[in-house]
């Protein structure tokens, strides 16, 4: 997966840095911008740049967001472990409740995520660089 660096300068991540991009191929975020931006309009605000594995991947699928399967419709390849892609916040609250909750990219995961998610648990969970 590449990365792009296309962030406006407003947005932030969790460290009040300037927000990383997360991935561009696939693009991802809500806005598929590489970038897991806060959008108002966005109800399940994908807004954590999550390093997908094959627990998380599978979990996934099994609550009906099969994020596997390639839809070429969609221009949309399919994940694979070690993937980096803007979840919703609500999903990975709910893996984390099962214990499969993906690491996370702090750099890339905006920093409206911790009117949600505490700090200290979002850095429980920080992939390695």
């Known amino acids: ?19 990383e991009p997360c ?13 897991c931006r806060h959008v108002e309009a966005d109800f399940g605000r994908h807004e954590i740049c999550a390093v997908v594995t094959q627990e998380f991947l599978e979990y996934s699928r099994e609550q009906g967001n099969d994020l596997v399967t390639p839809r070429p419709e969609l221009e949309f390849p ?5 993937d980096r892609w803007c979840l919703c916040i609500g999903r990975w609250l709910e893996a984390k409740e099962q214990g499969v909750a993906p ?15 505490e700090m200290e648990t979002l850095e429980e969970y920080a992939a390695e660089d």
């Open 1 to 19: 997966m590449t990365h792009i660096g296309n962030a406006e300068p407003d947005d932030r991540n969790v460290h009040g840095d300037l927000l």
């Open 23 to 35: 991935c561009s191929t696939p693009p991802t975020g809500y806005l598929r911008d590489g970038c």
């Open 78 to 82: 399919g994940l694979h472990p070690g």
């Open 103 to 117: 690491p996370v990219d702090l750099s890339a995961t905006n920093e409206a995520v911790l009117d949600s998610v």
